[in-house]
């Protein structure tokens, strides 16, 4: 077993001259300071939670209705409580009927306080409801949603905290059954043959006018007892039972800024991404820690190197190797350090250069945050933070916590933090003075015996042919961006699936089922909801383009009637209307009762042959480009869902800049992401000239 003096904060021997006791004053330091956040993380917990009860109402409310209402209840002849406060305080002794009168008072005062709290929240949640404003035409606000946006910031108040609006958000609806086959059926169309879309109807038929009506009446009950209908499910049966890699097939990446490389010293740039990510996490929490660890000259121990191998490869073996041999001992403490760690930060021991002329480095450099070498990330880590030898920057994300935007948000305001708030010397070192409470990291020790190393060994080689396969590359376009899309007065994010929709069917010569991801977070609990962007009129729009007998004024109308069709699509999505979550629960619901559904097992079974995502630039308008126009993020992406489709993630960064991350496999002879991401150019060019820009 390996040993180590700095692995435990104090041991100790019974020898015949007595107790030798050892201790280690690093991690007695470690372990005083982090018993101190520790509490103080419980303080503001529990003041934060006080706080969110409250909400609407500020807490100074309280004492402000209490106090009037026992004023008037006390000092005037007015009855508010109705003879309520009269009636407890007789049951007491006269001698105590001044003091039980008062305690009554009160009670009665608390009581209304209550009720004016419930009000407010439940009139919020009310207005929490309405989701006209989604489908306003931009930048044209009717006065109905004008005045529900002032009524909605009077009641909200000021100063809500992170959490403050959980209670009062509506839970996510269960579609109707009819609905959903409405729209299920016309999301199919232009992807079957008459023959084949009479036969889809008459299962749908069958199924949402038979089984699916009892199926339904679960899916109901079930919204009624939980606070999200689909999310405990989604992510039991999507994200944690799945038993194939997580590597490449689940995790997605995210990438530095492009244009501008602040330091090239590596200990610098981890020292302000991670003084950076812990502010951001102090935001939620109130929790700092502060790793730094590049001078170690010690050697990896036998199977220490490549165990992070494990989280690559298959979900069994890991999950049987870590009941064998990370139960007990060493491992266990080591494993659980890790797993109770806010993040793991790997310094990578090679340089990224990367421009916006050479995608090809660009796209080894994604490659690289997707998966690595296959044993340095811990992939089953929330995120991981990746620091190049030159100081890039990087990270690889686990999807079952949160979805893209979530790390979305806390990278924003990293990168803020790091590039315009904290920044770097001339001479690329972190700005500051050290702090005189510098804790030294503790080595984890590992007893790694020769049958788990083979475990190591196979997860190992499992992932590198997962990671070999991958065909990834990242497109620059830069011909124009979100300013030029804005002219012809269309959605950038309608355009740009039309787009993809254009080029898929020049490179495949069909139209496939496509997954583009939209957000539920107007919904408690809401996570993530499919838009099927490959619609009868988009369709239509790629088809006259390719046949090239119609005038660019007709090629708009179809442009325009398909962006207007997939904008209401993705409403409907984000406003609780989809298909999928739905179809998935009712699938759920019959798995449980063990009734098998022909209609439900096919749709279930249906390939995303085109998955794509768009990753925010910007939501909390941190980054500021009018400013600092070199603070352009690079995204991030993810592995193809399909074995012979595309998986296409897009940024739009800025007015005149956009970037495409393509991944297909290099097995599927089909598919190739270079060429694809040729012709999203190609049908971009083609969609700016068809709006006559």
Same mark, same amino acid.
């Not at 021991?349 to 690289?368: G, M, P, R, T």
């Not at 686990?398 to 790390?407: G, Y």
């Not at 496939?512 to 369709?539: H, I, K, Q």
């Not at 097995?667 to 991401?677: I, L, N, Q, V, Y």
């Given at each position: 077993?390996?040993?180590?003096?700095?692995?435990?904060?104090?041991?100790?021997?019974?020898?015949?001259?007595?107790?030798?006791?050892?201790?280690?004053?690093?991690?007695?330091?470690?372990?005083?300071?982090?018993?101190?956040?520790?509490?103080?993380?419980?303080?503001?917990?529990?003041?934060?939670?006080?706080?969110?009860?409250?909400?609407?109402?500020?807490?100074?409310?309280?004492?402000?209705?209490?106090?009037?209402?026992?004023?008037?209840?006390?000092?005037?002849?007015?009855?508010?409580?109705?003879?309520?406060?009269?009636?407890?305080?007789?049951?007491?002794?006269?001698?105590?009927?001044?003091?039980?009168?008062?305690?009554?008072?009160?009670?009665?005062?608390?009581?209304?306080?209550?009720?004016?709290?419930?009000?407010?929240?439940?009139?919020?949640?009310?207005?929490?409801?309405?989701?006209?404003?989604?489908?306003?035409?931009?930048?044209?606000?009717?006065?109905?949603?004008?005045?529900?946006?002032?009524?909605?910031?009077?009641?909200?108040?000021?100063?809500?905290?992170?959490?403050?609006?959980?209670?009062?958000?509506?839970?996510?609806?269960?579609?109707?059954?009819?609905?959903?086959?409405?729209?299920?059926?016309?999301?199919? #169309?232009?992807? %079957? /043959?008459? !023959? +084949?879309?009479?036969?889809?109807?008459?299962?749908? @038929? *069958?199924?949402?006018?038979?089984?699916?009506?009892?199926?339904?009446?679960?899916?109901?009950?079930?919204?009624?007892?939980?606070?999200?209908?689909?999310?405990?499910?989604?992510?039991?049966?999507?994200?944690?039972?799945?038993?194939?890699?997580?590597?490449?097939?689940?995790?997605?990446?995210?990438?530095?800024?492009?244009?501008?490389?602040?330091?090239?010293?590596?200990?610098?740039?981890?020292?302000?991404?991670?003084?950076?990510?812990?502010?951001?996490?102090?935001?939620?929490?109130?929790?700092?820690?502060?790793?730094?660890?590049?001078?170690?000259?010690?050697?990896?121990?036998?199977?220490?190197?490549?165990?992070?191998?494990?989280?690559?490869?298959?979900?069994?073996?890991?999950?049987?190797?870590?009941?064998?041999?990370?139960?007990?001992?060493?491992? #266990?403490?080591? %494993? /659980?350090? !890790? +797993?109770?760690?806010?993040?793991?930060?790997?310094? @990578? *021991?090679?340089?990224?250069?990367?421009?916006?002329?050479?995608?090809?480095?660009?796209?080894?450099?994604?490659?690289?945050?997707?998966?690595?070498?296959?044993?340095?990330?811990?992939?089953?880590?929330?995120?991981?933070?990746?620091?190049?030898?030159?100081?890039?920057?990087?990270?690889?994300?686990?999807?079952?916590?949160?979805?893209?935007?979530?790390?979305?948000?806390?990278?924003?305001?990293?990168?803020?933090?790091?590039?315009?708030?904290?920044?770097?010397?001339?001479?690329?070192?972190?700005?500051?003075?050290?702090?005189?409470?510098?804790?030294?990291?503790?080595?984890?020790?590992?007893?790694?015996?020769?049958?788990?190393?083979?475990?190591?060994?196979?997860?190992?080689?499992?992932?590198?042919?997962?990671?070999?396969?991958?065909?990834?590359?990242?497109?620059?376009?830069?011909?124009?961006?979100?300013?030029?899309?804005?002219?012809?007065?269309?959605?950038?994010?309608?355009?740009?699936?039309?787009?993809?929709?254009?080029?898929?069917?020049?490179?495949?010569?069909?139209?496939?089922?496509?997954?583009?991801?939209?957000?539920?977070?107007?919904?408690?609990?809401?996570?993530?909801?499919?838009?099927?962007?490959?619609?009868?009129?988009?369709?239509?729009?790629?088809?006259?383009?390719?046949?090239?007998?119609?005038?660019?004024?007709?090629?708009?109308?179809?442009?325009?009637?398909?962006?207007?069709?997939?904008?209401?699509?993705?409403?409907?999505?984000?406003?609780?209307?989809?298909?999928?979550?739905?179809?998935?629960?009712?699938?759920?619901?019959?798995?449980?009762?063990?009734?098998?559904?022909?209609?439900?097992?096919?749709?279930?079974?249906?390939?995303?042959?085109?998955?794509?995502?768009?990753?925010?630039?910007?939501?909390?308008?941190?980054?500021?480009?009018?400013?600092?126009?070199?603070?352009?993020?690079?995204?991030?992406?993810?592995?193809?869902?399909?074995?012979?489709?595309?998986?296409?993630?897009?940024?739009?960064?800025?007015?005149?800049?956009?970037?495409?991350?393509?991944?297909?496999?290099?097995?599927?002879?089909?598919?190739?992401?270079?060429?694809?991401?040729?012709?999203?150019?190609?049908?971009?060019?083609?969609?700016?000239?068809?709006?006559?820009?």
């Amino acid at each position: 077993m390996a040993e180590a003096h700095a692995a435990v904060a104090f041991s100790f021997n019974v020898t015949p001259e007595g107790v030798d006791v050892k201790y280690n004053h690093e991690a007695i330091k470690a372990v005083w300071f982090s018993g101190v956040h520790s509490w103080k993380l419980r303080f503001i917990r529990f003041k934060n939670r006080c706080v969110n009860i409250l909400y609407p109402a500020p807490p100074m409310s309280l004492f402000l209705i209490t106090a009037l209402v026992m004023g008037l209840q006390l000092y005037t002849e007015r009855d508010l409580s109705c003879g309520a406060v009269d009636y407890a305080a007789s049951f007491f002794p006269e001698c105590v009927h001044e003091q039980c009168e008062l305690f009554a008072a009160l009670v009665f005062g608390i009581t209304v306080w209550v009720a004016y709290v419930l009000v407010w929240r439940y009139t919020l949640k009310l207005l929490f409801l309405n989701h006209t404003w989604m489908y306003s035409p931009h930048g044209r606000m009717s006065l109905p949603n004008k005045i529900w946006v002032v009524i909605v910031n009077l009641i909200k108040g000021t100063k809500p905290l992170l959490f403050s609006f959980q209670a009062a958000l509506p839970k996510l609806p269960v579609p109707s059954l009819r609905s959903t086959q409405k729209r299920y059926l016309k999301s199919v #169309r232009p992807l %079957l /043959s008459d !023959i +084949e879309y009479d036969r889809m109807s008459k299962l749908a @038929d *069958d199924f949402f006018g038979g089984i699916g009506k009892k199926l339904q009446r679960y899916l109901i009950l079930k919204s009624w007892w939980s606070t999200n209908y689909v999310t405990d499910w989604w992510e039991e049966y999507v994200y944690l039972r799945g038993r194939s890699p997580i590597m490449v097939n689940s995790n997605y990446y995210g990438l530095d800024v492009i244009f501008v490389h602040p330091t090239h010293i590596q200990a610098a740039r981890a020292g302000n991404m991670v003084y950076a990510f812990l502010k951001f996490r102090e935001q939620i929490e109130h929790e700092t820690l502060e790793p730094q660890i590049i001078d170690d000259p010690s050697e990896p121990l036998k199977g220490e190197e490549r165990l992070a191998a494990l989280t690559a490869g298959e979900r069994v073996p890991w999950a049987k190797a870590r009941k064998a041999y990370f139960a007990t001992g060493v491992n #266990r403490a080591s %494993l /659980s350090t !890790i +797993e109770k760690a806010a993040f793991v930060l790997v310094l @990578d *021991d090679v340089d990224y250069n990367f421009s916006a002329e050479d995608q090809d480095a660009l796209s080894d450099f994604a490659k690289a945050m997707l998966h690595g070498n296959c044993y340095n990330r811990w992939f089953d880590k929330s995120f991981t933070l990746v620091i190049s030898a030159n100081g890039r920057v990087g990270f690889n994300a686990e999807h079952s916590w949160a979805d893209a935007p979530v790390i979305a948000q806390a990278w924003e305001s990293n990168i803020a933090l790091d590039l315009e708030s904290e920044g770097y010397t001339e001479d690329g070192h972190c700005k500051g003075e050290l702090s005189s409470r510098n804790i030294r990291p503790i080595r984890l020790q590992w007893d790694i015996p020769s049958e788990c190393v083979d475990v190591i060994e196979s997860s190992l080689r499992t992932a590198q042919a997962i990671a070999n396969d991958v065909d990834l590359f990242i497109q620059v376009h830069n011909h124009f961006g979100k300013g030029i899309i804005k002219k012809c007065k269309i959605s950038p994010d309608a355009f740009i699936q039309l787009a993809l929709q254009l080029a898929y069917y020049r490179d495949a010569g069909k139209f496939c089922l496509t997954y583009e991801a939209s957000m539920t977070r107007l919904f408690r609990e809401g996570r993530t909801e499919t838009v099927r962007s490959c619609t009868v009129e988009s369709s239509a729009f790629a088809k006259a383009v390719c046949e090239g007998d119609k005038s660019d004024e007709e090629l708009k109308k179809l442009l325009l009637k398909a962006c207007e069709v997939h904008q209401t699509g993705y409403r409907d999505a984000m406003t609780g209307k989809g298909i999928d979550r739905h179809m998935f629960c009712l699938y759920v619901v019959s798995k449980y009762l063990g009734v098998e559904s022909p209609f439900l097992s096919e749709v279930l079974s249906e390939p995303w042959r085109l998955s794509t995502s768009q990753t925010p630039h910007s939501q909390m308008n941190k980054i500021n480009l009018a400013k600092y126009p070199d603070h352009v993020c690079t995204g991030g992406g993810f592995g193809p869902v399909s074995n012979d489709g595309y998986g296409v993630s897009y940024i739009i960064a800025g007015e005149d800049m956009i970037f495409f991350h393509i991944s297909s496999k290099r097995s599927c002879a089909e598919t190739d992401s270079k060429g694809f991401a040729k012709k999203i150019v190609a049908a971009m060019a083609d969609l700016r000239k068809i709006c006559g820009q």
